[in-house]
């Protein structure tokens, strides 16, 4: 685990409504390559080395906590009297930390590199006060940095008080700062309101030249600190943080046959030698294994997928399957499914609940739900388990090396014995012996040289 900055905390603001989203749901939780925005904040925190975080929340902020869960500690800002105010809300939560991070839980594109070069330059340099600025095109609502002519920081100019055309290229104050803690907290109940009663961490910048104090600006991408604040902003962003995952996996020796039609999530583990084929959905934890090959036209959502399967125009939610697997074109593995190593499922076949053994077949057009399988069992096409009595979900089993014939219903609870055999269209009701074979509409026990009897 790095914990580079242990003497330091980290305050994520993520109090704001972000009315221009449009939206019921916090403008923070909205999500970005599979998860809600902030979270891209706070792992970027802690992939720098950063662990004492705070994330400073409005007074209605359950579906945030949830998000967030225990790994940050939060603090609440009762009224939206601005980021100072918001800052301050976060003391007590902080501690003893000597030093301060503090970042806005809107800019999701901050990378871990980028914070540690903020942070080292800041105490390499004995700053007071260090803050990243950017290049940009169009600085819109962003605060202008002033320098003399000797380079040194004399202000930042808010976007209300400036007059510079919309075009023009300029230095802007990106919003995400390191404070001395004790400069920080002494300085803080002393920045003025503004005209609408807010308090504004940028003062901060100007009270910095105002006592000559350590002021250190550092240069950023200005990619990445893009702010989000409405649902275009929040799109843009998808594209550039998709785009910095692909090239991740490309790097790390994961072939994507078209990175521009392969979605992958941020948290998504994928082996080297994989291949990714065009039009494929890679959410949520999704893990793939080494030497898979998926797609094209797929989507898995937090599957667990072994070494050398493969996939085709297929999905896959909230299951496993072993090594060797291979499913579809046109399969569905629904949530609670496990493939064990060798399983073939084949064209138009939906797996529910189910396990699967070493090695089974199913070819194509069934549906195994609420089912165990054993190794070696071959499922005919057109099988279905009837596992739904209209009130309650039964549980199907079939043993191991057992030959499920095309068109088999086996209407649950029912078991199949191992090695056991049904004929074409039967429809199974009660449980099939080991060895025997089942066949009819309702199954009976076909023995040779016996008259049929009753299945038991």
């Known amino acids: 685990m790095n914990d580079t900055f242990q003497r330091w905390g980290t305050i994520v603001l993520a109090a704001g409504q972000g009315k221009r989203m449009r939206s019921s749901l916090p403008k923070v939780l909205h999500p970005l390559a599979g998860r809600p925005m902030v979270r891209h904040v706070v792992e970027a925190a802690r992939e720098a080395g950063f662990r004492r975080c705070?994330?400073?929340?409005?007074?209605?902020?359950?579906?945030?906590?949830?998000?967030?869960?225990d790994s940050v500690v939060f603090a609440v800002q009762p009224e939206s009297l601005g980021t100072a105010d918001a800052v301050a809300k976060a003391k007590e939560a902080l501690g003893d930390a000597e030093h301060v991070l503090v970042l806005n839980g809107d800019v999701p594109l901050i990378t871990a590199e980028t914070l540690t070069t903020l942070a080292r330059t800041h105490e390499e340099r004995s700053a007071d006060l260090s803050f990243l600025t950017a290049q940009v095109t169009g600085p819109g609502e962003y605060g202008l940095v002033r320098r003399d002519g000797d380079g040194r920081v004399i202000g930042v100019v808010e976007a209300t008080e400036r007059d510079a055309a919309e075009g023009a290229t300029a230095e802007i104050n990106a919003g995400q700062y390191c404070f001395r803690a004790s400069w920080l907290w002494e300085r803080l109940s002393a920045v003025p309101p503004s005209s609408g009663g807010e308090y504004y961490l940028t003062l901060l910048v100007a009270t910095a030249v105002d006592e000559r104090a350590t002021l250190v600006p550092v240069s950023?991408?200005?990619?990445?600190?893009?702010?989000?604040?409405?649902?275009?902003?929040?799109?843009?962003?998808?594209?550039?943080?998709?785009?910095?995952?692909?090239?991740?996996?490309?790097?790390?020796?994961?072939?994507?046959?078209?990175?521009?039609?392969?979605y992958i999530d941020a948290g998504v583990t994928i082996g080297r030698d994989s291949v990714i084929e065009p039009n494929t959905y890679l959410r949520g934890r999704t893990s793939i294994g080494e030497a898979c090959h998926i797609g094209p036209d797929s989507t898995l959502r937090d599957a667990t997928v072994g070494d050398r399967c493969r996939i085709v125009s297929s999905t896959?939610?909230?299951?496993?399957?072993?090594?060797?697997?291979?499913?579809?074109?046109?399969?569905?593995?629904?949530?609670?499914?496990?493939?064990?190593?060798?399983?073939?499922?084949?064209?138009?076949?939906?797996?529910?609940?189910?396990?699967?053994?070493?090695?089974?077949?199913?070819?194509?057009?069934?549906?195994?739900?609420?089912?165990?399988?054993?190794?070696?069992?071959?499922?005919?096409?057109?099988?279905?388990?009837?596992n739904f009595d209209g009130l309650v979900k039964h549980r199907t089993v079939i043993g191991r090396r057992a030959f499920i014939a095309s068109d088999t219903m086996l209407v649950a609870p029912v078991s199949v014995g191992d090695g056991a055999r049904t004929g074409a269209g039967s429809v199974v009701t009660k449980d099939v012996p080991a060895g025997a074979l089942a066949v009819g509409a309702p199954a009976r026990i076909v023995s040779a040289g016996r008259r049929e009897q009753d299945v038991r």
């Open 316 to 386: 896959v939610e909230e299951s496993t399957l072993e090594e060797e697997v291979e499913a579809g074109p046109y399969s569905h593995a629904r949530p609670g499914s496990y493939l064990c190593a060798g399983v073939h499922v084949g064209n138009f076949a939906e797996i529910k609940s189910s396990r699967l053994g070493r090695g089974v077949k199913m070819g194509h057009f069934s549906y195994l739900g609420d089912a165990e399988v054993g190794d070696g069992t071959n499922i005919g096409a057109g099988t279905i388990t009837c």
């Open 220 to 262: 950023a991408q200005a990619d990445e600190v893009r702010g989000i604040n409405d649902r275009a902003q929040l799109a843009e962003a998808e594209a550039l943080l998709r785009q910095r995952i692909n090239r991740r996996h490309l790097l790390a020796g994961v072939s994507l046959t078209d990175p521009a039609t392969t």
């Open 54 to 69: 705070v994330v400073v929340v409005g007074p209605e902020a359950k579906a945030l906590r949830a998000a967030l869960g």
